[in-house]
């Protein structure tokens, strides 16, 4: 009995090993991100961009974030197609992070004195953001080619997202300290590091493909319960977004915090996001993927309004804790949905059009955001926000309670 649980000891762990560093990866890309956005009005008006007032600063940063996730949303399939059709990942997930890095580098290189006009600019943060989804979604999908439970998989996705979004918000408004280009050059070395953990992981793809990208989009046309965590990951990205860019000009509007204060309100958010997502992985393991994206959804709305409506600084911090919690219900039964309702061969699409809706959630968060600010001032924008999340989830909750989904496997990894 002793050999044998030695033995499978050590059978498991190549994959527990390959779990971190794949988590790694995940928080690599993250981090990188995410410095940015504490200072992302400083850091446009630095890159060129012309904006004389709070709504002018807005719409900057709103291309200038929306720029990249145009590239995430037009080529995430791309490379989860690429990835299928070979039976490889890591040579792909290495080029999109090495690619990533250099788009980051290149904005420093091109921004500096404001030589290169903003519109050149936002074609340079597109194309790295092309090259940065390859990364982040070959990553994710390699841990759905990991043995064990699908939610521990994605727990691990999810703790690494929520990690890399918790600490690159707050250190990201240190480095605008030290200077406004600085969140750039730490990203692009974020991504490097990204590509030589991805070098070390054991690639377990399917054997590939023999075809097209048509024919993998009709299989999951077959699959239409993938609409569920597509929907869901929308609009938890779509908040996610909102707070990025009009959570961020908020806070520092309505309580006069500089980024680096701006940072750590924003981490107060993605800390309790980050720390529950792996037990929360786990527990949808245990329990279903229903109940936690069914409740965590609703309070989830819930929450963004009370954001606003607190009146100090205080009560706003906790309820940013409340969200984070609120999330970290959410996002890892999501993603295990995608892992638990995919074909294998098919893998790389499934989470690149789980990352495509995501992405365009984002781009909504940015896009609603700011023209509802625009329009009606930060109350509505909090509004229409939650809203948003918890009217979509509870229109979809009655067909999704009624959903028939396979189970996950449980291995005690």
């Known amino acids: 009995m002793a050999h044998r649980l030695a033995a499978r000891r050590d059978a498991l762990a190549p994959v527990q090993r390959d779990r971190v560093a794949l988590a790694l990866v995940v928080f690599a890309v993250l981090f990188g991100q995410v410095l940015l956005y504490p200072g992302v009005t400083d850091l446009v008006a630095a890159l060129g961009a012309h904006a004389g007032s709070a709504t002018g600063a807005l719409d900057a940063s709103a291309w200038f974030l929306g720029a990249e996730f145009v590239g995430f949303v037009l080529c995430a399939g791309l490379w989860g197609h690429l990835s299928d059709r070979t039976g490889r990942r890591t040579p792909f997930v290495v080029a999109g992070a090495l690619g990533g890095a250099l788009g980051y580098l290149l904005l420093v290189f091109l921004g500096r004195g404001g030589a290169l006009a903003y519109e050149w600019l936002l074609l340079a943060r597109f194309v790295q953001g092309a090259f940065t989804i390859g990364a982040f979604s070959l990553s994710m999908t390699m841990l759905m080619d990991l043995e064990g439970g699908h939610g521990k998989n994605m727990g691990a996705a999810g703790i690494a997202i929520g990690s890399g979004t918790a600490l690159g918000a707050p250190v990201g408004g240190q480095l605008y300290e030290m200077g406004v280009f600085v969140p750039l050059l730490v990203a692009g070395g974020a991504l490097c590091v990204a590509a030589l953990l991805a070098t070390r992981v054991a690639d377990r793809a399917p054997s590939g493909t023999t075809t097209g990208l048509g024919d993998a989009l009709a299989r999951l046309r077959e699959t239409p319960a993938l609409s569920f965590p597509y929907a869901f990951?929308?609009?938890?990205?779509?908040?996610?977004?909102?707070?990025?860019?009009?959570?961020?000009?908020?806070?520092?509007?309505?309580?006069?915090?500089?980024?680096?204060?701006?940072?750590?309100?924003?981490?107060?958010?993605?800390?309790?996001?980050?720390?529950?997502?792996?037990?929360?992985?786990?527990?949808?393991?245990?329990?279903?993927?229903?109940?936690?994206?069914?409740?965590?959804?609703?309070?989830?709305?819930?929450?963004?309004?009370?954001?606003?409506?607190?009146?100090?600084?205080?009560?706003?911090?906790?309820?940013?804790?409340?969200?984070?919690?609120?999330?970290?219900?959410?996002?890892?039964?999501?993603?295990?949905?995608?892992?638990?309702?995919?074909?294998?061969?098919?893998?790389?699409?499934?989470?690149?059009?789980?990352?495509?809706?995501?992405?365009?959630?984002?781009?909504?968060?940015?896009?609603?955001?700011?023209?509802?600010?625009?329009?009606?001032?930060?109350?509505?924008?909090?509004?229409?926000?939650?809203?948003?999340?918890?009217?979509?989830?509870?229109?979809?909750?009655?067909?999704?309670?009624?959903?028939?989904?396979?189970?996950?496997?449980?291995?005690?990894?």
């Open 233 to 413: 990951g929308f609009m938890d990205r779509l908040t996610a977004g909102f707070f990025a860019l009009v959570g961020t000009v908020y806070f520092r509007e309505t309580f006069g915090l500089d980024a680096g204060s701006a940072g750590l309100v924003l981490g107060l958010f993605f800390a309790p996001f980050a720390l529950l997502q792996y037990p929360m992985g786990v527990l949808s393991d245990r329990v279903g993927r229903k109940l936690p994206v069914a409740v965590g959804s609703l309070c989830y709305g819930a929450v963004v309004v009370a954001v606003y409506l607190a009146p100090t600084l205080a009560l706003a911090a906790v309820a940013m804790v409340c969200l984070g919690v609120a999330g970290a219900f959410v996002s890892p039964a999501t993603m295990a949905l995608v892992t638990d309702l995919a074909n294998e061969d098919d893998r790389g699409v499934a989470m690149g059009g789980f990352n495509v809706f995501g992405n365009l959630g984002f781009l909504g968060g940015f896009a609603v955001g700011s023209a509802v600010v625009e329009a009606a001032g930060y109350g509505a924008a909090f509004l229409t926000a939650g809203l948003l999340e918890a009217g979509v989830v509870a229109l979809a909750l009655p067909a999704f309670l009624r959903l028939d989904l396979p189970g996950s496997p449980t291995n005690p990894e």
